[in-house]
């Protein structure tokens, strides 16, 4: 069976709010007020939990990766207690996944979000059933970008890893696409500006609703020759 499998941090839901939220919990338990801000930090937010506590300590004095790694598990903490505050689907998201499924396609989940929280905050959203599998940052030895948590969201959902396509929002994800040797498509409304300069997936994802359209031409239901897939321009 063909595999649609998808990020969740910034291609899923806009998690950044509710990441930001909780390394300011850190800053200000340490005295040091709100470091940073829930919109202009978004990017970084959705760049992991030691990306936000880097650039909050890079505003002060004093602080380096030390305090990173002795903050991060109390980030964690302040995360879990408030995961889904601000955090919200992106519009269209669950109609692009329920199409998917009507056109015979798997879908998982692979994030590099520790898997309980993952598994906490889609049930609280109230999607987890509609995903076949949900793989995380701990549920194999190592995370994207290493092929494997994708090959084993693939296998989890019933799909075939040879055929199957990873959905993201960062340069992660598309190195994790290169690895695993299958197509590799980019939203283009995350907020991390900065990432999509960077990047040059086969496909650049504007809309959901686009996504089903996207995932037949990258893998049609018969294969009659060598598919050659063109790496699109950066996105605009």
Request: with cysteine; proline share 6%.
């Amino acid at each position: 069976m063909r595999a649609v499998i998808f990020d969740l941090d910034g291609t899923l839901a806009d998690t950044s709010g509710d990441l930001i939220a909780a390394a300011n919990a850190c800053f200000s338990g340490l005295g040091l007020g709100d470091l940073l801000d829930p919109v202009a930090d978004a990017g970084t937010a959705l760049r992991g939990g030691r990306a936000m506590l880097r650039l909050g300590f890079s505003r002060v004095d004093g602080y380096g990766e030390a305090d990173v790694d002795a903050q991060y598990q109390a980030l964690l903490g302040h995360y879990a207690g408030a995961i889904d505050r601000y955090t919200v689907m992106y519009p269209g998201a669950m109609n692009a996944v329920a199409a998917l499924k009507s056109a015979g396609f798997a879908v998982a989940i692979c994030t590099n979000k520790p898997e309980g929280l993952a598994e906490t905050l889609t049930q609280s959203l109230g999607v987890r059933n509609a995903f076949g599998a949900l793989v995380g940052a701990d549920t194999m030895a190592n995370a994207k970008p290493d092929p494997e948590p994708f090959f084993e969201a693939v296998r989890r959902a019933g799909g075939d890893p040879k055929r199957a396509l990873l959905v993201g929002d960062s340069m992660t994800d598309e190195r994790t696409a290169r690895a695993a040797g299958v197509p590799s498509v980019s939203v283009s409304f995350s907020p991390d500006a900065a990432s999509r300069a960077e990047m040059a997936p086969d496909e650049w994802l504007h809309d959901f609703a686009e996504m089903v359209e996207i995932a037949e031409r990258l893998l049609p239901k018969r294969i009659a020759g060598p598919i050659c897939l063109t790496r699109r321009a950066k996105t605009p």
